[in-house]
Nanobody
């Protein structure tokens, strides 16, 4: 079955950086648009960044210029490089896979906490 396994979360000070990884299995990775969602305390889940099969990217306005999404189809892995982290970036971050316009596969999430 399809599995998306996130890693790389943790505790970081404001202004710091983290790199999240999501390893996919059980699917033809290169056929999917991949994305990162997050859900902060008391907030709705939101799309943070996405990357298409062709490598086009888009970002939420709140992370534009600070976060970078990338993918390695040879490794079936998508990454999220997060720089200049702020306390409001604190959330559980989820990897997701989209095909035909629907986000159909989800990871279990990884916690990112930005605090001094």
């Amino acid at each position: 079955q399809v599995q998306l396994v996130e890693s790389g979360g943790g505790l970081v000070q404001p202004g710091g950086s983290l790199r999240l990884s999501c390893a996919a299995s059980g699917m033809i990775f290169r056929f999917y648009t991949m994305g990162w969602y997050r859900q902060g305390p008391g907030k709705q889940r939101e799309l943070v960044a996405a990357i298409t099969t062709g490598g086009s990217t888009n970002y939420a306005e709140s992370v534009q210029g600070r976060f970078t999404i990338s993918r390695d189809n040879a490794k079936n892995t998508v990454y999220l490089q997060m720089n200049s982290l702020k306390p409001e970036d604190t959330a559980v971050y989820y990897c997701a896979a989209n095909i035909a316009g629907s986000w159909i596969h989800w990871g279990q999430g990884t916690q990112v906490t930005v605090s001094s």
